[in-house]
C-alpha cells in the first residue's frame, strides 16, 4: 500500500451566463477558484488543464492526488464555496487509485512526480470486457505483451493507469501525457488492431486538455486576465536608424479595475476586491 494515491479528475462546465457578469465580479471568482487550488497544492499534487476549444461539455478540469481521500474531500468543499461555481457544474467526475500493473515489469513510481507532464494530458474511463476477467491469469498476460510492446514504441507518450474497481463507476481512468496530439492518435489508432482491443467495452467519453496554471485556465473562461496574471503586452518594434520618435501613448488602465471618479475635488478609489483566505471560504458556507 506504501506510495499508493488517489486521483481526482473533475471536469468544469461554466455556464455563459457568467461571462455577463461584471469584469470585477468574475475577477473575484476567479482569485477565489485558484486560491482555492494553490492550498490545495501546497501539501499535495495539483494540476489545472483548459478545455476550451477541445470539448463542449467541459471548461476546465482540476486533477488532484493525495494519499487520502479527506484532502481532496476539502478541495471540493472549498471550490463549492467559490463564485465561480455558482454559476458552473461538474460535468464529469472519476475517481480511481494507483497501483502496480500487473502486466508490466517496468517500475513505475505511484505517485506524480513534480516535473512531470506533458503539454497535454488525455484522459479517458474504461472498462473491460467480463470474458476478460474469465481468461487464464497467463493468457490475459500474453494478450497484454502485445499491447504493452505497441506502447512502448511511442516513447514520446507517457501513460498512467489508475483503477476504480469498487471507488467509482469505471474500472480504470487512464491518463496519457503527450506534446504532440498527433502521436497519441497514431498510437491509437495502431492498438485498434491488437487483440487486447477486442476485449474493450468501453473507453468515452475522452477528454483532450491543455496543461496550464490556475490562472491561465481561469482566464480561458472569459478571456480577462486576473490580478496575479496579466495579460501579455504587445512588443516594442524593432528600432531604426531614421525611424522617427513617436509619442509614447498614454497608459492603459487595468482592465479589471474601473477607473476612479472624483468626489467634491477628491479622487477616490475603487475598493478592489481581496482573494479569499482558507478560513475566510469555510466561513461562507
Given at each position: 500500500m506504501t506510495g499508493r494515491t488517489f486521483v481526482k479528475f473533475t471536469f468544469i462546465k461554466?455556464?455563459?451566463?457568467?461571462?455577463?457578469?461584471?469584469?470585477?465580479?468574475?475577477?473575484?471568482?476567479?482569485?477565489?477558484f485558484a486560491v482555492a487550488c494553490r492550498h490545495f497544492g501546497e501539501s499535495n499534487f495539483l494540476r489545472t488543464y483548459s478545455l476550451v476549444g477541445t470539448r463542449g461539455d467541459a471548461d476546465l478540469m482540476v486533477r488532484a492526488v493525495s494519499p487520502t481521500l479527506d484532502p481532496i474531500h476539502e478541495l471540493h468543499v472549498l471550490l463549492n464555496q467559490t463564485g465561480l461555481m455558482r454559476w458552473a457544474e461538474v460535468s464529469h467526475s472519476y475517481l480511481a487509485m494507483t497501483k502496480p500493473s500487473p502486466y508490466s515489469d517496468e517500475e513505475r513510481p505511484l505517485a506524480p512526480r513534480p516535473n512531470e507532464g506533458g503539454r497535454y494530458l488525455i484522459v479517458y474511463p474504461m472498462w473491460k470486457k467480463r470474458e476478460w476477467y474469465l481468461l487464464a491469469a497467463d493468457e490475459r498476460m500474453r494478450i497484454m505483451r502485445s499491447h504493452i510492446e505497441v506502447g512502448r514504441r511511442?516513447?514520446?507518450?507517457?501513460?498512467?493507469?489508475?483503477?476504480?474497481?469498487?471507488?467509482?463507476?469505471?474500472?480504470?481512468?487512464?491518463?496519457?501525457?503527450?506534446?504532440?496530439?498527433?502521436?497519441?492518435?497514431?498510437?491509437?489508432?495502431?492498438?485498434?488492431?491488437?487483440?487486447?482491443?477486442?476485449?474493450?467495452?468501453?473507453?468515452?467519453?475522452?477528454?483532450?486538455?491543455?496543461?496550464?496554471?490556475?490562472e491561465r485556465a481561469l482566464n480561458a473562461l472569459d478571456g480577462e486576465a486576473t490580478a496575479s496574471e496579466p495579460a501579455p503586452q504587445p512588443e516594442a518594434p524593432p528600432e531604426a536608424d531614421e525611424q522617427p520618435e513617436v509619442p509614447a501613448a498614454p497608459e492603459e488602465p487595468d482592465a479589471l479595475v474601473p477607473a476612479p471618479s472624483a468626489g467634491d475635488g477628491a479622487e477616490r478609489e475603487e475598493e478592489q476586491p481581496q482573494p479569499l483566505t482558507r478560513r475566510e471560504l469555510w466561513r461562507r458556507a
Open positions: 461554466v455556464d455563459a451566463s457568467w461571462r455577463r457578469r461584471p469584469a470585477p465580479a468574475r475577477a473575484r471568482d476567479k482569485r477565489d511511442y516513447t514520446s507518450i507517457d501513460i498512467n493507469t489508475a483503477y476504480s474497481y469498487g471507488l467509482d463507476d469505471q474500472e480504470f481512468v487512464v491518463s496519457f501525457d503527450a506534446d504532440d496530439p498527433g502521436d497519441f492518435l497514431d498510437l491509437v489508432h495502431e492498438l485498434r488492431g491488437t487483440e487486447s482491443s477486442s476485449y474493450t467495452l468501453s473507453e468515452t467519453p475522452i477528454f483532450t486538455c491543455l496543461s496550464v496554471s490556475p
